[in-house]
């Protein structure tokens, strides 16, 4: 079956970068685009970033724009997403999700890793 | 900018009852491209419906969506146990957008 699975949270200082890591199986991971999206403590889901089944296309929330960079390796079935110059705002579990096949939204999850940024 | 504003924030109901949950839009969102997530604590959130209507792979059908334009909206005809939960519209496409959420509570 389907599974998502994210690694690489914890606790970092402010400023400070984290890469995320998002490695799935039970699919043809390069047939699909992926997503990645956050939950702050006491708050809703947050749309973080995207990138194309093929790497080539990247979108960002503006929060995250000139911070964040999600990238894909299609041979590892791996989705990366490095966080740099992290503010206490990033704290948040970070999903990530697929993306589905004709015109479907995020059809599946992983579980989250969580992210607390604090000094 | 995009807004999606989800009412009411919480629903408090019974079992059995009809939950009937909102989702406004800033500007007008195709039909095509409009989704809604249940998510329970400690969980990953699931897809319930795509397409404003389309019922997601093994979603009951007490699940329904509906609306147009700016307004859309999910109903659950008789809520169970396991449906007590927060569920999240989105916009999804060409951008991303969730709402805020709403809460249904027993």
């Known amino acids: 079956q389907v599974q998502l699975v994210e690694s690489g949270g914890g606790g970092v200082q402010p400023g400070r970068s984290l890469r995320l890591s998002c490695v799935a199986s039970g699919f043809t991971f390069s047939a699909h685009a992926l997503h990645w999206v956050r939950q702050a403590p006491g708050k809703g889901l947050e749309w973080v970033a995207l990138i194309s089944f093929d790497g080539t296309n990247r979108k960002y929330a503006d929060s995250v724009k000139g911070r964040f960079a999600i990238s894909r390796d299609n041979s590892k079935n791996t989705m990366y997403l490095e966080m740099t110059a992290l503010r206490p705002d990033d704290t948040a579990l970070y999903y990530c999700?697929?993306?589905?096949?004709?015109?479907?939204?995020?059809?599946?999850w992983g579980q989250g890793a969580a992210v607390a940024v604090s000094s | 900018e995009m807004v999606l504003t989800q009412s009411p924030g919480t629903l408090s109901l019974s079992p059995g009852e009809r939950a009937t949950l909102s989702c406004r839009a800033s500007q007008s969102v195709s039909s095509n491209y409009l989704a809604w997530y249940q998510h329970k604590p400690g969980q990953a959130p699931r897809l319930l419906i795509y397409a404003t209507s389309s019922r997601a792979t093994g979603i009951p059908d007490r699940f329904a969506g509906s609306g147009s334009g700016t307004h859309f909206t999910l109903s659950i005809a008789r809520l169970e146990p396991e449906d007590f939960a927060v569920y999240y519209c989105q916009q999804y496409g060409r951008s991303y957008l969730f709402g805020g959420g709403t809460k249904v509570e027993i």
């Open positions: 999700a697929r993306d589905g096949l004709g015109g479907l939204p995020f059809d599946s």
